[in-house]
């Protein structure tokens, strides 16, 4: 009676502890679990913001873009590729380049548009690049427009 009792007892232990290893598996989540329409919004706004940067130099629009869509989805997809065009816009804006000039006589412009705040913004965006997306395609050229940054202002022409 002992031995069966000793038997079912040993059974049962090693069932439930093959049943805890079984179910510890399973709990595995995704990464990263994404909102469909939050993606779909957040990839329009990349896609404006990139035309308006490539296209048309409009650095400031591409910044609006930028703040509204990282304000509210922070985990897009495309993200890095976004802090680039963001991080580029910041510090050309910086440089006084672009096709939208920045009134530094307006208050509102004066604090969002100051050339000091603009350029760390720069490196805040650019750095996020090669800290939290190193595999990044945008990682070497962000590094490289680090060393530009921290070097200094350009001469102004």
């Known amino acids: ?7 079912i007892l040993a059974i049962v ?3 439930a502890s ?3 290893n079984v179910s510890a598996q399973k709990n595995i989540s995704p990464a990263i679990d994404r909102d469909p329409i939050l993606e779909q919004d957040a990839k329009h706004n990349l896609d404006v913001a990139k035309q308006a940067y ?3 130099k409009a650095y400031k629009g591409v910044l609006m873009r930028f703040e ?3 304000a509210a989805y922070p985990e897009f997809s495309k993200m890095d590729e976004f802090l680039y065009f ?3 816009s910041s510090y050309y804006l910086s440089e006084g380049k672009g096709k939208q000039k920045v009134d530094l006589k307006s208050d509102k412009e004066k604090d969002k548009f100051a050339p000091t705040k603009l350029r760390e913004d720069a490196v805040a965006y650019l750095s996020m690049i090669v800290e939290k997306y190193p595999q990044s395609q945008y990682k070497d050229e962000a590094e490289e427009a680090l060393k530009t940054i921290k070097a200094g202002p350009s001469p102004v022409n």
């Open 18 to 20: 093959l049943t805890a």
């Open 1 to 7: 009676m002992k031995g069966i009792l000793f038997l």
């Open 13 to 15: 232990g090693a069932t």
């Open 86 to 88: 963001a991080g580029m």
């Open 54 to 56: 490539l296209l048309k």
């Open 68 to 70: 509204e869509t990282f």
